[in-house]
């Protein structure tokens, strides 16, 4: 019929980023959902609060009657390749879904709350994929973490023509090595343990030298220095390595 306007539906999955760290980088639709939706969910480590909830106070108090906490059964302990991680980490995303699930069918809004930007590399997206198809959702984007490196490190990552390269840490260093070889500019994620094997791939590659580390970029604690002048092979969660382009410039 025409003339005739359909509401669209009330949004009731929300994955909200709240970019890398510092509050005032948040953006002003995240605030927005945060003060709004009935439940807040934040994915943490158990017995810890998750950053993102720590980023979130600044515009909110601690409510619990309000407020949903996923604790991750394994994290760093065990290799993400094994079955010790895999099937605990499938069932707890199924369960916490599940529970989710529950909130929205009785009308409740959920908004779960996210380091960075929720479809980068984030535990939100595995939720995203049980749960968009059955109710509304809305994904808000944040500042990614390699964003607030890049400007905290005054490093332009990529000039002209360059070509970025995103690469896990997690990989084999023989395959490390080669994306490095083969791109222009990159950024090094998911460090860790990973760090020595890391630090080999870009010595082999020829870039140890452009290599800056970034440790909680735009957070409390920011450490930001060239890798060839870290000493020791600690990289907490919240760590990346960059290498910035050497592209045109005019």
């Not at 595995?126 to 964003?147: C, D, S």
């Not at 791939?201 to 735009?218: F, W």
Request: with cysteine; net charge neutral.
């Amino acid at each position: 019929m025409s003339g005739v306007s359909v509401e669209a539906p009330r949004i009731l999955l929300y994955g909200v980023g709240l970019g890398p760290g510092d509050p005032d980088y948040m953006t002003v639709r995240a605030r927005d959902v945060i003060l709004k939706a009935d439940r807040l969910v934040h994915f943490c480590k158990r017995g810890k609060r998750g950053n993102a909830r720590v980023t979130a106070d600044a515009i909110i108090a601690p409510d619990p009657a309000r407020e949903i906490e996923l604790a991750f059964p394994v994290t760093i302990e065990v290799p993400v390749e094994d079955e010790g991680y895999t099937g605990p980490i499938a069932t707890f995303y199924d369960e916490a879904a599940e529970q989710l699930a529950g909130e929205m069918a009785a009308g409740r809004s959920v908004a779960v709350l996210c380091d960075g930007d929720p479809f980068f590399y984030g535990s939100f997206m595995h939720l995203w994929r049980r749960l968009a198809h059955r109710f509304p959702t809305e994904v808000v984007p944040g500042v990614t973490g390699m964003a607030g490196a890049w400007a905290r490190a005054a490093a332009p990552i990529s000039w002209g023509d360059d070509v970025m390269t995103v690469v896990p840490g997690t990989l084999a260093e023989s395959e490390l090595t080669r994306r490095l070889v083969d791109t222009d500019a990159a950024v090094i994620m998911k460090l860790g343990r990973n760090l020595p094997k890391v630090r080999r791939a870009l010595k082999t590659a020829g870039l140890i030298n452009r290599a800056i580390y970034v440790e909680r970029a735009t957070m409390a604690g920011q450490v930001v220095t060239r890798l060839a002048d870290k000493t020791d092979d600690e990289a907490p969660y919240f760590s990346m390595i960059l290498i910035p382009g050497e592209g045109r410039r005019l």
